[in-house]
Structure formats: C-alpha cells, structure tokens
C-alpha cells in the first residue's frame, strides 16, 4: 500500500486498494466462492473431428464488486471482462489456451482450491494439457475430452447433450 504522508490519510479504501498487492489465497478464495472451469463445445463442421472445445476460467460478480474482477485481470494480467445479460453480472473471463496453461493453472497449482471446485480445475488442466497436444483433432482424443468436460461443474446446463456430441464425432471422417 501506498504509505500516506504526514498529516493526510491513505484515501479511499479503493485507492488504497489500487496500491495493494492481492494476496494469492485471496485470488483462490474468490474463485472457490464465485469462479467456474468450463469447457464447452460448438459444433463445426469445418473442423476434422466436428467439434470445437472451448476451455475457460470465469469469475462473476454483481456491478457493485466490479473491482474485484478488475483486480483479477490485473493479478493474472491476460483476460477480459464483459457483462452478461442473462444473469446481470459481470464476468472475468479467460479462455485463450495459452494464458489457461501458462498463466492460470501455475497460480492453482501452488494456491490450491478447497471445495469441489479443485475436481474441475484438474479436469480443466487435464483438457488444456490434451488440447496443447493436438488430442482433440483426433477421434478418441475429442472422445475423451467430451467425457472428462461432462464431470465437470455438475453438468448444468449445456448445448449438447454428450450422446449427440459423440454421435457428430462418430460421423466425422477423421
């Protein structure tokens, strides 16, 4: 924190903020609280096995703990945040495979999660891990991708149920 000078105080309790180094557990903390690993697929058609996956990492919160998402992109330094209609929140999003790899996992694996959510962070790294392998062009390799995703964060919602999504892999020429 940014030491005020003689006769004056800190400021706000977001300036002093701004001056703060996050604290590493409290980055896990946030996500074990409020933070999902999803990988999601869209069909493509132009793609050898049919399938595109998405890997990512998000963080949500409501407009009034926008900083806190800022604060986020600004500790893993790769990322974006953008507001999501459907559920009013705002989310700190990460999904380009390198930064998942290179600048996400590192920081979990040495600031372990403490719920359920460390299942689908090893899941997720699993996946990324397989995808810097190229084993999601082959046919078994996006078999097993979509069976490992579909373990994850208790299934919820998807797009595609996992027979339809093995069903377009099986009638993909690879």
């Known amino acids: 924190m940014r030491p005020a000078k ?3 105080h800190a400021g706000s309790s977001q300036e002093r ?3 703060m180094e996050i604290n590493p557990w409290y980055v896990s903390g946030i996500v074990d609280g409020e933070g999902s690993f999803l990988v999601s697929f869209s069909r493509r058609d132009k793609l050898s096995v049919g399938i595109e996956v998405r890997p ?3 963080v ?3 407009k009034r703990n926008l900083s806190v998402l800022e604060e986020l992109k ?3 330094a790769c ?5 999501d209609s459907h559920d009013q929140t705002y989310k700190y999003e ?3 495979l390198d930064d998942l790899i290179k600048k996400i996992m590192p920081h979990f694996d040495r600031y372990p999660l403490r719920t359920s959510k460390q299942n689908d962070f090893e899941i997720l790294r699993k996946i990324c891990r397989s995808m810097k392998s190229n084993l999601h062009l082959s046919t078994n390799g996006i078999k097993e991708i979509i069976a490992s995703a579909y373990t994850m964060n208790n299934i919820g919602a ?9 069903n377009i892999v099986g009638k993909m020429k690879v």
Do not use: A, P, W
């Open 158 to 166: 998807r797009r595609y149920l996992k027979t339809d999504l093995l």
């Open 79 to 83: 990322g974006g945040i953008r507001f």
């Open 60 to 62: 949500s919160q409501n």
């Open 56 to 58: 990512s990492f998000t």
């Open 74 to 76: 600004n500790y893993f």
């Open 17 to 19: 903020r701004q001056y």
């Open 94 to 96: 990460v999904r380009s």
């Open 6 to 8: 003689s006769g004056q």
